[in-house]
C-alpha cells in the first residue's frame, strides 16, 4: 500500500502514484487517462486550482527577498531589474506548476486510497 509520503514524492518525480513507474501527466499538464504502466486509472482526478496557488505562493516567496534586495541595492535600472525577475518568475512557475499538479493529484489519490481502507 501506498502512503502520503510515497505518493507525494512520486508526484513531485511526476510518476504515477501506484507504481511509481509510470508518467502522470502528457502534454505539459495533463492527467492521464490512467498510468501507462500499471493501469490506474487517474483521469477522474481533479486538482483545480491547487496547483495554481501552491505555484504562485511558491514563486512569490522565492522571489520576494530578490526583489526587496534588488530595491535596497538600487543597483539595477528599473528595465532590466523587471526581466530579470519577471524571467525568473516564468522559468520558476514553468517547472513548478506540473510538480505541483503532481502533488495534488497524488495526495488526492493517496486519501482516497486511505479512506477507502477505513
Ligand atoms: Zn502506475
Redesign the pocket.
Known sequence: MTNSKTALIRGLRL????????RLLQKYLQVRES??????PLGHIRADDGPAWLTILLTGHILAPLILELEKRQSMALLPELALVLSLAIILMTILLPRAKGVFVNMIWASRQKSSAE
Open positions: 510518476r504515477c502514484p501506484k507504481c511509481g513507474e509510470g498510468c501507462p504502466a500499471c493501469g490506474e
